[in-house]
């Protein structure tokens, strides 16, 4: 059974406070989740050293702010929306209209603009043996047409007690037709004594299955609209 703990983790340019949610098992792994941008902030693991961070992340608030907010930002660990890579010419057409969105890279629409869901505060909840968080994006929010409503779920995978797997699995709803594409944007750096059991890959039975799904614990595993 997984545990989680939770504690302030900073505060915002704008006053908002942030909390970072931990979620750990027996097994030796454990995960940090932030309720800004829902950042996976680190993935602790076993290794014949020691235990290791394999996510590369942030230590403060201020550092998060100012990647983010940086026109070279990395989106360091963040949930990105609501249209993840590019569009073309900032701008696209759906139902017969067209719409301009906010040129942040060259002519180009990055990430959702400048104003994506990687630098927001989420609303974050505890459910038994996971973390909740939600983001409701408005009608017009960065001149995206409708109001979408998004979930992202972290929890342990218990099939294997030393394995449990953080995917972060989102469900969206929006009210109008136009562009969804979401991402995490987590980076691995692997120890080269982390063993396969560390991440499940060692038990053909859910090998396959947990690559999928630990490759983010890396991208997003699921969608519906």
Sequence with gaps: MAQIR???????KEGANVTEYTLSNPGGLSVSVLDYGCVIKNIIVPAKN???????????MADYEA???????????????RYANRIENAEFSVGGATYKLEANNGPNHL?????NFANRLWESRVE???????????????????????????DFDDEHEAVPVIPREAQAAAVKPGPIS????????????????????????????????????????????
């Design 50 to 60: 020691g235990p290791v961070d394999v996510v590369i992340g942030h230590d403060t």
């Design 111 to 115: 990430h959702g603009g400048t104003k």
């Design 67 to 81: 990647d983010f907010l940086s026109p070279s930002s990395t989106c360091c660990g963040a949930f990105v929306g």
């Design 6 to 12: 939770s504690k302030p983790f900073g505060v915002t």
């Design 128 to 154: 038994t043996n996971r973390v909740v968080m939600s983001l409701l994006s408005e009608d017009g929010d960065q001149n995206y047409p409708g109001e979408l409503n998004v979930e992202a779920v972290f």
């Design 182 to 225: 979401f991402d995490g944007t987590d980076t691995l750096v692997l120890p080269s004594d982390a063993q396969p059991k560390h991440f499940g890959l060692d038990r053909p039975d859910l090998r396959e299955r947990k690559r999928k799904r630990i490759f983010i614990a890396l991208c997003l595993s699921l969608i519906h609209i």
